[in-house]
């Protein structure tokens, strides 16, 4: 029965997609980045809450990021973009394999997001688009998102993340904050948790080598992991 329900609200969301692609091309042309921003923020109302799935922030620690980091996520599903759009506050982009950019479901809402297309076989242009998202976190007070696996893991355990994009976030001006998303791959999960560690200031990981602070990322997804399991 489940899987019959699930079916049918993908062919919901396929009859209602052109929809959206349409009102995500007329508001990238406008530019106007309130509606934009608001226009994102009913994306998980209408795609998880209409299956009757919810969200919960969870903090861990004593310290919240204010204004704009970098938050560095596990990525189990397609449900963690609109699971982060739902519970990260401000607004927000993505850095992104550039396939979705290109993608006729994906593409326009990438695109409308300002989101970041990377290429992943031209090290030279990677390197050219995080250091621009970097500036822009600092100059356009706008946050990221980062999935350092690169790509979905549609299980419980996490890939390796990419050692590269650490050499880049070590020059950040502005903090790191570990995400840990809980079992947003499985159809049974009615509430997706996000557990958001405690940022990890620019003073702390500038002087760090690259494994270094992927190892300090990873490990504190891994724990907030662990927490989650035990709860």
């Known amino acids: 029965m489940a899987k019959i329900v699930s079916m049918f609200m993908m062919f919901l969301t396929?009859?209602?997609l052109p929809y959206y692609l349409k009102r995500a091309k007329r508001l990238d042309r406008e530019g106007n980045k309130e509606a934009i921003h608001q226009?994102?923020?009913?994306?998980?109302?209408?795609?998880?809450?209409?299956r009757k799935k919810n969200t919960k922030r969870i903090n861990v620690g004593n310290?919240?990021?204010e204004g704009p980091c970098i938050y560095l996520s596990?990525?189990?599903?397609?449900?963690?973009?609109?699971?982060?759009?739902?519970?990260?506050?401000?607004?927000f982009r993505f850095i992104a394999k550039k396939e979705l950019f290109e993608s006729p479901m994906y593409g326009s809402f990438m695109k409308m997001s300002q989101s970041y297309p990377l290429d992943r076989d031209d090290p030279r242009q990677s390197l050219t688009l995080l250091k621009q998202s970097l500036n822009?976190?600092?100059?356009?007070?706008?946050?990221l998102v980062v999935f350092p696996e690169g790509t979905r893991s549609h299980k419980a355990?996490?890939?390796?993340?990419?050692?590269?994009?650490?050499?880049?976030?070590?020059?950040?001006?502005?903090?790191?904050?570990?995400?840990?998303?809980?079992?947003?791959?499985?159809?049974?999960t009615k509430v997706y948790k996000a557990y958001f560690g405690e940022p990890i200031e620019p003073e702390e990981f500038n002087t760090l080598k690259p494994q270094e602070i992927c190892d300090r990322v990873k490990n504190t997804i891994l724990s907030m992991q662990v927490l989650a399991n035990e709860s």
């Not at 226009?39 to 209409?50: A, F, G, N, S, V």
């Not at 990525?75 to 506050?89: A, E, K, M, W």
């Not at 390796?160 to 502005?174: A, D, I, N």
């Open 14 to 16: 396929i009859l209602a």
């Open 39 to 50: 226009e994102l923020k009913r994306y998980p109302t209408d795609y998880l809450k209409i």
């Open 63 to 65: 310290t919240v990021a």
């Open 74 to 91: 596990n990525h189990q599903s397609h449900n963690d973009i609109f699971i982060l759009l739902d519970t990260v506050p401000e607004a």
């Open 136 to 143: 822009d976190a600092v100059e356009k007070n706008v946050s």
């Open 157 to 188: 355990e996490m890939s390796e993340f990419k050692l590269g994009l650490f050499s880049m976030m070590r020059k950040s001006r502005v903090p790191l904050v570990p995400v840990y998303i809980h079992e947003s791959y499985n159809p049974k």
